[in-house]
């Protein structure tokens, strides 16, 4: 196995085991207020240090990951459970209304500033983790629905489907025993790769203040609060940086690597 | 050609009505009206009642969308509700800064990813090669934001060399510059990433077509091969993902312009946002969304022009 591969799951997998691990126990309490050890660096009582109000870095971390593995996973999910039927459907019917629809549908929504409608969604709606889910989601359904549209076409030109055609299944049989199956490792790949974005999303969002709100930790939140301290400790500001960068490092290692690891076409060239 | 252009325009005009229409419903679900914004909790209802009807916000929804489209179409974009100033002027004064930083972040990231990307293209496998491989995936995954935190950290704080924030304005242009350094090294790190990737694998694609064997054949080494005939081809998919980037740079300063305080149109929207000033909200995003599609026309047809088989696609 390609060692990038292998760090790509093992940082994916650690941040997801620190998320679970963070529904049963953590080092120490987030909603603990202690001022008197407030903005501690790294020792061994706090490994991560502590912030600005006392609370244990590291304990932040684990449970702003859960915020921001959940908000991103169903985010992506969300737009994998819309886009891939829409592809699938607009892919069945080439050229028709449907397929139109889609697809001029998909190019007005790359069109809009996403970052910019993500903001206005949440401002609208009100912050908080759901919205923010909504905000991110909406943007990966053209990603998904075009992803599947187009490897679907190049499916539904071969022959074992012409064959499931002759043996009387209709299209939309075929398009979910025949063609979805094929596309499993594909979706895998850009599932991986949307799933980090959407953590960067996520930051970005509670960074503004329009991600999940207080007290559920996040690291975009994490990262605003360390703002003004950053020249006092530094380190309130790098843990939670570092925490998102590690994270979706992870991810798109994992992602690259499952494409090569996949696709047998791309293994001995173009790494 | 002319026909394609036609075809092309029809669909752009069809794209910004359709947008339009979606920007005003999306803005006008918002909740909170914004003549109670502006007047505080203590206001009358007689005189929220009386400011609606001078903004016109009384109107029936159609109406004021039938307005607000007859008016951007003849660039009148509106008068906000929380500054009483047009939004055009709004617009234009902020754009002196939001324009010349996604320039100066597109430029630096130009600088940066192309030479690498051919670095690493042309030491394809060895060391070199893997260190920007290493580097790219780095730059992709550091939030923007963060890396500007430990920039003011570092620059800042730390050596003093840069403002934390604010924007003198272009009176003295160099210290514009100066204070737009830092900001658009933080915008242009992820974008020259991306850049120097697509850099790469366009230029590995190019180097192993015929005409490069050609020209290898008749004599050039690996380097004139690459420079004379390699670069050029290679550049097509890169100054796709340049045009894509200007746009995206133009809208997505807007956590980098909070970090910085910078006065662009990024802070402009999420400022009304908040204030509820619906009118510059609508105004700003559209102008941003016919940015983005009109470079995406241009783009096609630059295209057109070049390679006449994309005229009568499929």
Same mark, same amino acid.
């Given at each position: ?114 970052? @910019? ?89 509670? !960074? @503004? ?63 | ?35 109670? !914004? ?26 004021? !969308? ?20 047009? @939004? ?8 002196? @800064? ?204 630059? !295209? ?11």
């Amino acid at each position: 196995m390609r060692p990038s591969l292998l760090l790509g799951a093992a940082l994916t997998l650690i941040f997801t085991f620190a998320a679970l691990l963070s529904f049963v126990w953590t080092p120490g309490d987030v909603t603990a207020v202690d001022i008197a050890s407030r903005l501690q660096p790294p020792s061994a009582v706090h490994w991560l240090g502590t912030d600005q109000l006392g609370r244990d870095l590291l304990s932040m971390v684990m449970t702003g990951a859960r915020t921001s593995l959940a908000v991103a996973l169903v985010a992506v999910g969300l737009g994998m459970g819309l886009g891939v039927p829409l592809g699938l459907a607009a892919a069945a019917r080439q050229g028709g209304w449907l397929d139109e629809l889609v697809m001029r549908t998909n190019d007005l929504i790359f069109a809009f500033p996403s970052l @910019v409608i993500a903001i206005l969604i949440t401002a609208i709606f009100g912050p908080g983790a759901l919205n923010a889910i909504l905000a991110i989601g909406i943007f990966n359904i053209p990603v998904f629905a075009r992803l599947t549209r187009g490897a679907a076409l190049s499916y539904w030109r071969r022959e074992f489907i012409l064959a499931a055609r002759v043996a009387g299944k209709g299209a939309s049989r075929i398009s979910v025993e025949h063609i979805l199956p094929n596309l499993a490792n594909l979706l895998i790949v850009q599932g991986t790769i949307q799933f980090s974005l959407g953590i960067l999303a996520e930051a970005g969002l509670s !960074y @503004v203040g329009l991600g999940a709100q207080p007290p559920v930790p996040s690291w975009g939140r994490m990262l605003a609060d360390a703002q003004t301290m950053v020249s006092l400790a530094p380190h309130v500001a790098i843990v939670p940086g570092l925490a998102i960068l590690l994270t979706v490092l992870g991810l798109n290692l994992l992602g690259d690597g499952l494409r090569d690891a996949l696709d047998p076409r791309l293994r001995p060239s173009r790494a | 050609m002319l026909g394609y252009a036609l075809k092309r325009l029809t669909s752009l005009a069809l794209s910004l009505l359709v947008a339009s229409l979606v920007i005003f419903l999306v803005v006008e679900v918002a909740p909170g009206d914004p003549a109670s !914004y502006m007047l505080g909790l203590n206001a009358q209802p007689d005189t929220v009642a009386a400011l609606r009807n001078e903004l016109g916000l009384d109107l029936p929804k159609w109406q004021r !969308y039938l307005s607000w489209l007859g008016g951007m179409l003849s660039g009148d974009f509106g008068t906000s509700y929380t500054y009483r100033t047009p @939004v055009a002027q709004m617009v234009a004064d902020r754009i002196t @800064v939001s324009l010349p930083l996604a320039l100066y972040a597109l430029g630096l990231s130009t600088l940066i990813a192309l030479p690498a990307g051919i670095y690493a293209a042309a030491r394809r496998g060895k060391a070199g090669d893997a260190a920007v491989i290493g580097a790219t995936q780095l730059g992709i995954a550091i939030p923007n934001f963060w890396f500007a935190m430990l920039l003011v950290l570092l620059f800042a704080l730390k050596l003093r060399w840069f403002s934390a924030g604010g924007f003198p304005g272009w009176e003295s242009p160099l210290m514009a510059l100066k204070s737009l350094t830092l900001p658009a090294v933080a915008l242009a790190l992820p974008q020259a990433a991306i850049l120097a990737r697509v850099m790469r694998s366009s230029l590995i694609d190019i180097l192993s077509e015929d005409f490069i064997r050609t020209a290898r054949a008749k004599g050039l080494s690996r380097r004139q091969a690459l420079w004379r005939h390699g670069l050029r081809n290679a550049l097509i998919p890169v100054l796709t993902i340049l045009g894509l980037q200007f746009s995206f740079l133009l809208a997505g300063a807007i956590i980098i312009e909070q970090v910085f305080f910078l006065p662009g149109l990024g802070r402009l929207i999420f400022q009304s946002i908040t204030q509820r000033d619906l009118i510059v909200v609508e105004s700003v995003v559209m102008l941003l969304v016919f940015a983005v599609i009109a470079v995406n026309f241009l783009t096609d047809m630059a !295209y057109a022009l070049a390679d006449p088989r994309l005229r009568h696609p499929r």
